[in-house]
């Protein structure tokens, strides 16, 4: 966020002027941040950020609506301390803004990521039981089907497109929830959210779709456009949006 609102980017958030902003991998504690970028004029904001060191992971949300209530993280030490997660409640629909592990360097980090995984689906399966409808958003650090990635041969045996991985992609449509631009686009191809900095590989459009909204199936109906933002620059993921009515 820090290195965003240098370049200048953050005049994008300004001008688009969305309902609510939802970012991730902030790297950045509320502390460290210009008034002008930790409270915009017009916006409730929240941070999550890590508590085990600085400069690391942290999501952040920016909303016109005020929530009804904030929480931070899903209640277990583990996963709750490096701030990737933030849900608000709102009068009509809970949402979750998050930012899963990447499951890159080694066994124990993809391990990780897996339990990450099935206790934030053990998470939200909770909260549609206590009758909220959901919506989650976030850099989820995996492309499910190989129309999601430019180079799906090459990297079945990396993390990010691992079958295990893969699977429980599955398992949350498995659940009723709604992958938003699948719904709109089933077929749409080269369209992706993340591309290799060190490669250049935005310039050949070798990427991945790695980022998401998902909506529980009571709020289909509300669903009115997805679309992924990929003429914005400034990071090595674009903006993605989601419209409901």
Same mark, same amino acid.
């Given at each position: 966020?820090?290195?965003?609102?240098?370049?200048?980017?953050?005049?994008?958030?300004?001008?688009?002027?969305?309902? !609510?902003?939802?970012?991730?991998?902030?790297?950045?504690?509320?502390?460290?941040?210009?008034?002008?970028?930790?409270?915009?004029?017009?916006?409730?904001?929240?941070?999550?950020?890590?508590?085990? #060191?600085?400069?690391?992971? %942290?999501?952040?949300?920016?909303?016109?609506?005020?929530?009804?209530?904030?929480?931070?993280?899903?209640?277990?030490?583990? /996963?709750?301390?490096?701030?990737?997660?933030?849900?608000? /409640?709102?009068?009509?629909? *809970?949402?979750?803004? !998050?930012? /899963?592990?990447?499951?890159?360097? %080694?066994?124990?980090?993809?391990?990780?990521?897996?339990?990450?995984?099935?206790?934030?689906?053990?998470?939200?399966?909770?909260?549609?039981?206590?009758?909220?409808?959901?919506?989650?958003?976030?850099?989820?650090?995996?492309?499910?089907?190989?129309?999601?990635?430019?180079?799906?041969?090459?990297?079945?045996?990396?993390?990010?497109?691992?079958?295990?991985?893969?699977?429980?992609?599955?398992?949350? !449509?498995?659940?009723?929830?709604?992958?938003? /631009?699948?719904?709109?686009?089933?077929?749409?191809?080269?369209?992706?959210?993340?591309?290799?900095?060190?490669?250049?590989?935005?310039?050949?459009? *070798?990427?991945?779709?790695?980022?998401?909204?998902?909506?529980?199936?009571?709020?289909?109906?509300?669903? #009115? #456009?997805?679309?992924?933002?990929?003429? *914005?620059? %400034?990071?090595?993921?674009?903006?993605?949006?989601?419209?409901?009515?």
């Amino acid at each position: 966020m820090r290195a965003c609102h240098k370049k200048g980017c953050w005049e994008w958030f300004l001008n688009e002027s969305p309902d !609510i902003f939802c970012l991730q991998e902030t790297k950045a504690h509320p502390k460290q941040l210009p008034d002008e970028v930790r409270n915009p004029k017009g916006y409730f904001s929240y941070f999550d950020h890590s508590k085990l #060191k600085k400069g690391y992971s %942290g999501v952040a949300v920016f909303t016109k609506i005020e929530p009804e209530k904030v929480e931070y993280g899903m209640g277990i030490g583990e /996963f709750d301390q490096e701030g990737r997660l933030l849900t608000l /409640f709102f009068k009509d629909f *809970v949402l979750i803004n !998050i930012y /899963f592990p990447n499951g890159g360097g %080694g066994s124990e980090r993809l391990d990780y990521k897996l339990r990450f995984y099935d206790n934030f689906l053990n998470y939200i399966e909770k909260l549609r039981q206590n009758g909220h409808k959901i919506i989650f958003c976030g850099d989820i650090n995996t492309a499910h089907k190989e129309i999601d990635l430019a180079r799906p041969k090459e990297n079945e045996n990396n993390t990010g497109f691992l079958p295990i991985e893969r699977a429980w992609l599955d398992k949350v !449509i498995e659940k009723g929830y709604a992958d938003t /631009f699948r719904y709109f686009y089933p077929e749409a191809k080269n369209k992706y959210t993340y591309w290799d900095m060190k490669t250049f590989a935005r310039d050949r459009n *070798v990427g991945w779709r790695l980022d998401y909204f998902f909506t529980s199936e009571d709020l289909k109906d509300n669903l #009115k #456009k997805a679309d992924i933002l990929d003429n *914005v620059f %400034g990071s090595d993921h674009c903006p993605i949006l989601l419209g409901l009515e």
